[in-house]
């Protein structure tokens, strides 16, 4: 059974920063891209960053470009997402997503962590 748990959010005022974690069991990393997304209230979930499995890969959305960084440690299976000189608009609940980096392309999401970034 795949389950993905997040970890790190919290309260941070503008231009801090917040290291968030996601631990996978029941997966090989290496086998699976895996990304953070984020919800704020009221808008559709979207795409923050991605890291592919075995290249390691990395993209990430213009909106936190040069401020997030996304890394992976495939042996302890954990995905990292360090945010840094966070603004208000970064406040959001943010999930770790799992996507197989084949067909079916199975595809798995953590509870989330809420981030809220506010003074």
């Given amino acids: 059974q795949v389950q993905l ?5 919290g309260g941070v005022q503008p231009g801090g920063s917040l290291r968030l974690s996601c631990v996978a069991s029941g997966v090989t990393l290496s086998t699976y891209n895996m990304g953070w997304y984020r919800q704020a209230p009221g808008k559709e979930r979207e795409l923050v960053a991605t890291s592919t499995g075995a290249d390691r890969i990395t ?33 959001a609940i ?19 962590t809420q981030v809220t970034v506010s003074s």
């Fill in 59 to 91: 993209y990430y959305s213009d909106s936190v470009k040069g401020r997030f960084t996304i890394s992976r440690d495939n042996a302890k299976k954990t995905v990292y997402l360090q945010m840094n000189f966070l603004r208000p608009e970064d406040t």
């Fill in 5 to 9: 748990v997040e970890s790190g959010g």
């Fill in 94 to 112: 943010y999930y770790c997503n799992a996507q197989y980096y084949r067909y079916p392309f199975d595809t798995y999401w953590g509870q989330g």
